[in-house]
């Protein structure tokens, strides 16, 4: 037995019976790009959630946590925020599937997870999406665009069939929604998309304006090597809503529906109609989805100099104009670019602190990770452990 099962065991006296599982994801390139219609890079990753469930008849839904002592308990009928900060995720689920007519009742849960949290890895989203499918699992239901449908059946084995592209396309926007209106974090669909169209070996090419993912092989002889600054960050403090309200703004003053339709001479022939502030954050923006198509050329073309540099000039733009970076993350992408085999490095996800991605030509990667460490540890006095991460498939 695994140690979710026996964790299960031990709060809840017997096994589980359902058993989910939802990768951590990377954003490659594209940051903030997602609520604002735009183009993202990203890929799924080998941390990831887990959770183990079984049904109960009482009404009542208890949640377990290996990270958190506290064992979380309320009834299906009184959904409120009023228990741990990370539950909130879970119960924000449930109340946008009942608002889909969604019907369930109580269930047992274990949860353990791999994803480092605060590093921009998105465990919160995996969260979101481990309660979808487990709740599609223990009450089975179809869930695309236009609404509710006729419920899956389970073949001779107990199983589901796999969701369509739709349903995940429904599911993603029930989880984002889960996290805007009840964590108050007002997200695009970046993670919940990649965390659910995550494919091995493969980047996710996300069109947010309409809402379509393709898989785009990544290169051989590349490590993708994530460094956490230590810095956590808590996006639903408002500084993550501050800056998708400049966004909105500055669209409105440029007239048009988003940020993703304005290009950069239309940025500047308008730019008197904009505060300093508008202005820099669509800088960063508009400048942002161009790299994304720069980026999506330069993997078809093999040319991965030109997609590091594509990198750095990412987080350049992040820590001059966009404004989300912070000095450790600023040291670490430093430290990189000084790396024999580095190709590229940026701030992930939605910065303010959390971790850098690195591309790293494979031959130097344990090399790299060494040199890493040791000069992070030099200039700050912290313990920095580099962490190798694979590309594997989405949720299931």
């Known amino acids: 037995m695994t140690d979710l099962e026996n964790l299960f065991k031990q709060h809840f006296g017997a096994w589980p019976v359902h058993h989910v599982r939802a990768p951590g994801r990377l954003e490659l390139l594209g940051n903030h790009t997602d609520y604002n219609q735009g183009l993202v890079l990203s890929l799924a990753i080998d941390r990831r959630l ?68 605060g590093a921009g890895m998105s465990s919160s989203a995996a969260l979101e999406i481990a309660t979808a499918l487990t709740i599609r699992r223990l009450f089975p239901f179809t869930l695309n665009p236009a609404g509710l449908a006729t419920p899956p059946k389970r073949n001779s084995r107990g199983e589901l069939p796999p969701l369509t592209k739709s ?142 540099q594509l990198f750095f000039e990412s987080h350049a733009s992040s820590r001059d104009f966009f404004k989300n970076s912070c000095p450790e993350l600023d040291l670490l992408v430093d430290l990189a670019q000084a790396q024999p085999g580095c190709l590229g490095a940026r701030l992930t996800g939605g910065g303010f602190g959390g971790a850098t991605i690195n591309l790293v030509r494979e031959s130097e990667a344990e090399r790299f990770s060494h040199e890493m460490a040791k000069k992070f540890e030099d200039r700050t006095g912290r313990k920095l452990t580099p962490l190798r991460c694979r590309i594997v498939d989405g949720a299931c």
């Open 50 to 117: 887990e959770m183990a469930s079984a049904a109960r008849n009482d009404g009542k839904i208890e949640l377990v946590s290996s990270a958190f002592p506290e064992k979380e308990r309320f009834a299906c009928d009184r959904i409120e925020s009023d228990s741990a900060p990370w539950v909130d995720y879970v119960k924000g689920v449930l109340l946008q599937l009942r608002k889909r007519r969604v019907n369930f009742t109580g269930f047992n849960a274990a949860i353990h997870s791999t994803i480092p949290l």
């Open 167 to 308: 349903e995940k396309r429904a599911l993603a926007s029930v989880c984002r929604n889960a996290e805007s209106e009840f964590v108050g974090v007002n997200c695009g669909l970046l993670d919940q998309i990649s965390c659910l169209f995550g494919k091995a070996g493969h980047l996710v090419e996300i069109d947010c304006q309409h809402l379509t993912a393709e898989h785009l092989p990544m290169p051989p002889g590349v490590a993708v090597i994530v460094c956490d600054s230590g810095v956590k960050h808590d996006l639903a403090d408002g500084a993550y809503n501050a800056l998708r309200r400049e966004c909105e703004s500055a669209a409105r003053a440029l007239g048009a529906a988003s940020l993703r339709s304005v290009d950069a001479s239309r940025l500047e022939a308008d730019k008197s109609r904009l505060t300093e502030r508008e202005y820099q954050c669509a800088y960063h923006i508009v400048g942002e989805s161009r790299r994304v198509v720069c980026a999506e050329r330069a993997l078809r073309e093999g040319d991965l100099a030109q997609l590091g």
